[in-house]
């Protein structure tokens, strides 16, 4: 089973990402203190074995924070997630789309946009369901 590995919150739009050992999610609006709010795209998800993958080319794998999701599992299979639940804990999470690798990628490692330009190698996002607390360490699961 795969777990949640890291949680970052992103103050404002194109900000740092800090890492938090757990975090408030509030149903339909997303990851308290994030600069995304409401919408589809209220939470970002990345796996890490995925980052892995699309990453392997370049040499060295950048450290997951760069890709500035919200969140980072060890191991989810993005590619068929669209319309799925994607539990977090008590928590869920419906899975919208795949989120596409922008320009900042290339700020980050020279190749990467086009790396993750795979079918779900950016990872995906998706609009949270419950009100809740998610951790470090919660086991995650995509039914």
Request: proline fraction near 6%; include cysteine.
């Amino acid at each position: 089973m795969s777990e949640l590995t890291q949680i970052w919150i992103k103050r404002m739009h194109k900000g740092p990402m800090d890492p938090a050992p757990k975090a408030t999610v509030v149903a339909g609006k997303g990851l308290v203190g994030n600069a995304n709010q409401g919408g589809k795209r209220q939470v970002t998800i990345v796996s890490n074995k995925a980052w892995e993958a699309v990453t392997a080319p370049l040499g060295a794998t950048p450290d997951p924070r760069m890709r500035r999701a919200n969140l980072l599992v060890s191991d989810i299979d993005f590619t068929d997630a669209r319309g799925k639940i994607l539990h977090i804990g008590t928590v869920r999470i419906r899975i919208y789309g795949e989120t596409r690798p922008c320009e900042q990628m290339e700020a980050v490692a020279p190749g990467l946009q086009h790396a993750m330009s795979v079918p779900w190698g950016g990872g995906a996002f998706g609009e949270v369901l419950d009100d809740g607390e998610i951790a470090v360490g919660d086991s995650v699961e995509l039914k």
